[in-house]
């Protein structure tokens, strides 16, 4: 089943639990995409060397974009989620956006990395840097300093308690009234298709107008 309650993963397994109450989900260090006034949001928790979630952003991301974000209806939100066991240059590719994020680029590396999934060793993320028009000196410097590596560390950690176990793992939500706090309404696991996220995202914006 691809739609999970995000509420209950805190208690798998547990015989005893009682009911959890609300998901709140801060995102006022993320990268997000859409206006602010946007109620309904959507965190996308993904691995740059993550084949399922190149596919989402080829084939289904610029659907989404198009049709809520752009409109003003849906935030996205970006989550770094690197599996290192499985994909070995994904952290430096996720160190590698923010990086480029202090430079007012980050969604810029975002596409970049993900169109060259394949290319992801660290002379190619100079490369890439080059390519979205980064100084250079100051990326390799943030690069090199492991700046934002203790950070993403902590996001593994808050996905794993949210249940997050593999990417693309999807959390929808509804921004709370100052908008940087997300209450979580339910979760999408895997790169789905456009069609089904228009039926969720439809039901999202009739359920909190």
Request: proline content about 4%; charged content about 25%.
């Amino acid at each position: 089943m691809l739609l999970f309650s995000v509420a209950l993963v805190f208690f798998e397994g547990e015989k005893n639990a009682q009911e959890p109450g609300p998901v709140f989900l801060s995102i006022e260090k993320d990268p997000v995409k859409g206006e602010s006034t946007a109620r309904l949001a959507i965190i996308e928790f993904s691995d740059y060397q993550c084949p399922f979630c190149a596919r989402h952003f080829r084939e289904t991301l610029p659907q989404i974009e198009k049709d809520y974000i752009k409109t003003g209806k849906v935030r996205y939100v970006f989550r770094d989620f690197p599996i290192e066991h499985v994909h070995k240059e994904a952290m430096k590719a996720h160190e590698a956006a923010r990086c480029a994020g202090e430079q007012g680029r980050y969604w810029e590396m975002h596409d970049q990395l993900f169109t060259n999934q394949r290319a992801l060793d660290p002379k190619d993320l100079l490369l890439h840097a080059r390519t979205v028009a980064l100084d250079l000196t100051s990326f390799s410097s943030c690069l090199a300093g492991g700046k934002y590596l203790a950070g993403i560390r902590r996001g593994l950690d808050e996905g794993l308690r949210l249940g997050v176990t593999s990417t693309p793992t999807f959390l929808l939500g509804v921004a709370e009234s100052k908008g940087a706090k997300i209450r979580v309404s339910r979760g999408i696991k895997g790169a789905v298709s456009y069609s089904y996220w228009k039926r969720v995202i439809q039901e999202g914006l009739s359920e909190n107008q």
